[in-house]
């Protein structure tokens, strides 16, 4: 049994974990580029360690240095938060190897998983219902792809097996563009994910995306903690999560939710994982499974209560959950919005310099941040710089106290999107709720959302 963790990760999501740790009575050992000296969880835990330049490939994203940098440190499990090598099943698996404790599922499951043919064909067998298309690799004969899409009738998406973060992905809307579309993804996937495996999918026109979260132990016992509304993004980047999501049919959302804890089962899934879903005219299509925390965990732990980063790390511990599934009980709604560092409106990053941080509170407020006043956001890493969440007992009160947390919120001297958020909190679609994942754009593209918008 481990009783000290190393955080490979940085940000807001490497303090996040260094608090569970806390609270658990558990060490932490930071590691950091050496731009991050100055984050506050380097500050804040027990031991820590430059692993490298600010470059990711050179440092958060160095596998080999983190796992010696564990040993050098005692430390006996690695948490890998989200992004960097949280998905990396060779990364999972050196861990593994060198006889530390992963924070997460077993190698051979992030392998499974993160090969989305693979995983949809999982999820097929475990009942789980997917967007219908081609159920394997795309094959390379020119006719064998054109008989393909007619099958899975246009327009239709080719996806690389390997993507993420919303790359590796092409809308065909007519057979003429297949052939060229398959091959530029496959060869995009084969230089980004060294994987040019492509599969396709019907394109839904109008869904919202919906996931369920999920926590499975090492004892064969898995819980559903309810659904996450992540419709409103921009290319694919999620920006508004919000749980409960409004107006489904609680049935529907059950039965998937069922589904969803017994496939962890039947696939052997240990460790928190969200399982991602279109939702369109009353109907569940399973895209993709998220082997990690996610950004948006705390919008479901607002409505449950509970501690999902504690629950990883009991988990690898080997402890049974500390729930049933009748010991889910969803209260209220929560929302949150992610504030960049990026102009809030040509979503430029912008990286720089916060003056003055002053994060807003009361009731239902939460707040996850690195940010203090005098921090320095280097330009070399994700945008994300706070996740601002709120929780009432109605939508309504959720909304009344984000739009509340956005006005007191203040960053000075760093360019955020807060002035977005402000402006999407009062927008009708946002605030009657249920909008699909085009909504931003179409926001965009009608020229609601610009600069000099906000009154
Ligand atoms: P990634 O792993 O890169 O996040 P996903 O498969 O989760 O890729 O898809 C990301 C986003 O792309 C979805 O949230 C949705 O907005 C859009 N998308 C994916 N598949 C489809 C599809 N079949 N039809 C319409 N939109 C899709």
């Known amino acids: 049994m481990f009783d000290t963790v190393l955080i490979a990760n940085r940000g807001e999501i490497a303090l996040r974990i260094l608090r569970a740790c806390r609270d658990l009575g558990l060490k932490t050992v930071a590691v950091h580029s050496d731009v991050d000296a100055d984050l506050r969880h380097v500050a804040l835990a027990d031991q820590s360690i430059c692993i490298g330049p600010a470059s990711s490939s050179a440092s958060y994203l160095n596998g080999a240095e983190i796992v010696l940098a564990a040993q050098l440190t005692g430390a006996g499990a690695i948490h890998p938060g989200y992004g960097f090598l949280s998905e990396n099943a060779d990364f999972a698996a050196s861990v593994e190897a060198a006889g530390l404790t992963f924070i997460g599922p077993p190698s051979a499951a992030i392998r499974r998983m993160g090969d989305k043919i693979a995983a949809k064909r999982a999820m097929m067998e475990a009942g789980v219902p997917c967007v219908p298309g081609s159920d394997g690799v795309v094959p390379a004969d020119g006719n064998a792809i054109r008989d393909l899409g007619a099958q899975v009738g246009f327009p239709l998406m080719v996806k690389a097996a390997g993507g993420g973060g919303g790359r590796g992905m092409r809308v065909v809307r007519n057979p003429d563009e297949l052939l060229e579309a398959v091959a530029t993804t496959r060869e995009e996937a084969g230089r980004a994910f060294r994987n040019p495996d492509v599969y396709m999918e019907r394109f839904l026109a109008r869904p919202r995306h919906i996931e369920i979260q999920v926590l499975a132990d090492q004892h064969g016992s898995a819980v559903w903690l309810g ?6 993004q921009r290319r694919h980047q999620k920006i508004i999560e919000e749980a409960p999501a409004p107006g489904l049919d609680r049935g529907v959302v059950e039965r998937v939710g069922e589904l969803c804890a017994g496939a962890c089962r039947t696939i052997g899934y240990t460790g928190a994982g969200t399982f991602e879903f279109l939702y369109e005219d009353g109907a569940f299509f399973f895209i993709e499974m998220n082997t990690r925390v996610q950004v948006e965990h705390p919008v479901t732990e607002l409505v449950t209560g509970l501690d999902i980063v504690r629950e990883q790390i009991q988990i690898a511990q080997g402890k049974p959950l500390s729930l049933r599934q009748a010991d889910v009980v969803l209260r209220g709604h929560a929302i949150e919005c992610r504030v960049n560092a990026e102009h809030p409106f040509t979503f430029t990053p912008a990286p720089g310099r916060v003056e003055r941080w002053t994060p807003p509170g009361g009731p239902g407020i939460r707040v996850e941040s690195h940010l203090y006043s005098g921090y320095v956001v280097p330009p070399h890493y994700d945008s994300l710089v706070a996740k601002l969440l709120s929780h009432g007992a109605t939508r309504d009160e959720a909304v009344a106290r984000m739009a509340g947390a956005l006005s007191e919120i203040e960053t000075a001297g760093l360019v955020t999107n807060v002035p977005l958020h402000r402006l999407l909190l009062n927008e009708a679609g946002f605030v009657a ?23």
């Open 227 to 232: 659904e996450r509304d992540c419709s409103m």
């Open 433 to 455: 709720g249920g909008f699909d994942i085009h909504h931003l754009e179409r926001l965009i593209a009608g020229g609601l959302i610009h600069e000099g918008g906000e009154r």
